[in-house]
């Protein structure tokens, strides 16, 4: 079982207690280069907060851009964050956004991973008879 805050510090919260769960039936090598990819493509939270707050000052919705909402940043690129009210709405919830955004990426990852393991991991041959 690998030790969540040894390969990811930088962890908190209810992220923390969700990547412990992915990491439970790994062992540290595995926990360790998920670690590696998670980490590359994970966002922080306080990244979404300042790039949300950044929305206030005319470049409404950077952070879903950022997040792969592209459409989304469109729309609040050409509507001033929805009139500022989907920008105040985001900023309450920029956590929950990340969050989203990082359950998702652990998931890409955990499957990556599991269609790429027979290369980084080859099975061990078993059989006495070879």
Do not use: W
Not at 48 to 69: P, Y
């Amino acid at each position: 079982m690998a030790n969540v805050l040894k390969h990811l510090p930088e962890l908190e919260g209810m992220e923390l207690g969700y990547i412990q769960g992915i990491l439970k039936n790994m062992d540290d090598e595995q926990a360790n280069l998920f670690a590696q990819v998670y980490r590359a493509r994970r966002k922080d939270s306080q990244m979404i907060l300042i790039l949300t707050l950044l929305g206030f000052f005319g470049f409404a919705g950077l952070h879903r851009f950022i997040l792969g909402q592209i459409g989304l940043g469109i729309l609040y690129l050409f509507t001033i964050g929805l009139c500022f009210i989907g920008t105040i709405v985001d900023l309450v919830n920029y956590k929950s956004l990340a969050y989203e955004y990082n359950m998702k990426v652990a998931h890409e990852t955990l499957s990556l991973m599991s269609n790429g393991f027979d290369v980084v991991f080859p099975k061990k041959n078993t059989d006495t008879n070879e």
